[in-house]
């Protein structure tokens, strides 16, 4: 399988996610690093691990969907997986346990957790509506290639929630089967965590509501819009 880590100026949160996947206990992984031109220390952390990375680049990119992408181009695994600089896997046998349930289905996911909160809040089951089981983390997702072969790649004009409009995408399609454990620890310090990405975060969402024809998406982006305000009043007052 392949793992895949995007990054950008990222020097002291690269090298845990790096140990992380070279500890795990699973043998068969193939290890990329998408790297958008950092300008710090980033490329020499990435060295340290030379001989253990299957395949690293660094060059600019128009954003997280790019660099996805790449990664996918350069992969060779039958399942990939995305985890980002900052992410951890939760246990040194966690690829190996999710891996014991690769004839079970196309796209594996589990819960991420950050802090005391954990994504998503609950179990997800096929029957759920679509914008709700594609709430999923993409750090704590294994996909199969043959799912971006049949319904494309990240979407380029999204720069922050490629990852939802995926999911739209491919749970209209596929069935996914949620592992009741936690497979990642996630670092909610990332793009979309950033205060003054609210609005565009909330906005994409919308957005991917609306094209991918979300049943009564009018009524799901009111609250989504909700949803926004009350999380800018929140770091309003909490700055």
Not at 149 to 166: C, H, S, T
């Amino acid at each position: 399988m392949s793992i895949i880590t995007v990054v950008k100026n990222s020097e002291n949160l690269l090298e845990e996610t790096i140990q992380s996947v070279l500890s795990q206990t699973y043998s068969n992984i193939e290890y990329i690093i998408i790297d958008g031109a950092s300008t710090d220390r980033t490329i020499d952390v990435i060295r340290q691990y030379d001989g253990k990375i299957h395949h690293w680049m660094s060059e600019p990119d128009s954003g997280i969907s790019e660099a996805f992408n790449k990664g996918i181009y350069l992969s060779k695994g039958e399942w990939i997986n995305f985890l980002n600089a900052g992410d951890v896997f939760w246990q040194r046998d966690t690829v190996e346990r999710v891996s014991q349930c690769f004839d079970r289905g196309l796209i594996l996911t589990g819960f991420a957790q950050f802090g005391k909160k954990m994504i998503p809040k609950k179990l997800l089951y096929n029957w759920n509506r679509l914008n709700l089981k594609s709430m999923v983390s993409h750090q704590a997702s294994f996909v199969h290639r043959s799912v971006f072969e049949q319904i494309g790649l990240f979407n380029p004009n999204y720069q922050l929630r490629m990852d939802y409009d995926f999911w739209l995408r491919a749970f209209r399609q596929y069935d996914f089967l949620m592992l009741n454990e936690i497979l990642v620890d996630y670092d909610p310090h990332g793009m979309s965590g950033k205060p003054d990405n609210i609005r565009l975060f909330y906005a994409e969402e919308r957005k991917a509501n609306c094209l991918n024809q979300v049943q009564n998406a009018f009524w799901i982006n009111l609250w989504v819009s909700l949803k926004c305000e009350i999380k800018l009043i929140l770091f309003w007052f909490m700055d």
